[in-house]
């Protein structure tokens, strides 16, 4: 069974900040991962999509990297913004199902 | 309009009542798929369907039923609803073929509270 972990659950900081957000996944077989924001009450909103095969994707202040060997991924997000608080989830495409983490919340302080 | 509609938004209901979730989506994606969101536990697969004909069961399916009227509609049903049932409930779809369809699209969601 995949099991995906994201730590911290909760992350705070000052605007303009780097943030960096950490994903693991204890199967190394996936077939994907993607990055979702979420905000409050609200539904998923698609970041970033990373085949296995890829490295890393880039969306305008969002990277996000992927080393499947060591089940781990990361998502930057550059010069944060007050915009930038939600709740941000990883997903592993795995078995022709996602597994999802728990998601870490960030907020960003003006 | 969006992609990915579910009505109802919000529903409160009691104990042992059915309540239909209603999924439709104008994506023309195949794949289409419901999940419920507990606080600290992400994302739970309860159904998915391939296509019209082919439904499957996810990893918390008891006390779920799910009907595909059509490519476009996935409807989610709590045949006797019961207070651990309360959640954020999503419904989800995906294309298929190459790489740039692999991505699932959320519905907004519908919260449903059990009393």
């Known amino acids: 069974k995949q099991e995906v972990t994201q730590i911290p659950a909760a992350l705070s900081v000052p605007e303009g900040e780097n943030l960096v957000l950490n994903c693991s996944f204890t199967?190394?077989?996936?077939?994907?991962l993607q990055w979702f924001r979420q905000d409050p009450g609200k539904g998923l909103t698609s970041l970033l999509l990373i085949q296995s095969s890829q490295r890393e994707q880039t969306s305008g202040r969002l990277n996000a990297s992927l080393d499947k060997s060591s089940g781990r991924s990361t998502l930057y997000i550059a010069a944060s913004q007050p915009g930038d608080s939600a709740t941000y989830l990883c997903a592993v495409k795995f078995d022709y199902k996602l597994s999802f983490g728990a998601g870490t919340t960030v907020t960003v302080r003006a | 309009d969006a992609d990915v509609t579910q009505t109802p938004r919000n529903r409160i209901t009691k104990t042992g009542k059915r309540i239909m979730l209603e999924c439709s989506q104008t994506?023309?994606?195949?794949?289409m798929y419901w999940y419920r969101q507990d606080p600290g536990l992400g994302l739970r697969l309860i159904y998915y369907s391939f296509d019209v004909k082919d439904i499957n069961k996810g990893e918390i399916s008891d006390g779920y039923s799910v009907s595909r009227q059509a490519q476009a509609k996935f409807s989610l049903s709590l045949e006797s609803a019961i207070p651990n049932q309360t959640a954020l409930y999503f419904c989800?779809?995906?294309?298929?073929?190459?790489?740039?369809?692999?991505?699932?699209?959320f519905g907004p969601g519908t919260r449903l509270t059990v009393l």
């Open positions: 989800a779809t995906r294309g298929t073929g190459t790489s740039g369809n692999n991505e699932q699209f």
């Open positions: 199967d190394s077989a996936i077939y994907n």
């Open positions: 994506k023309g994606h195949d794949r």
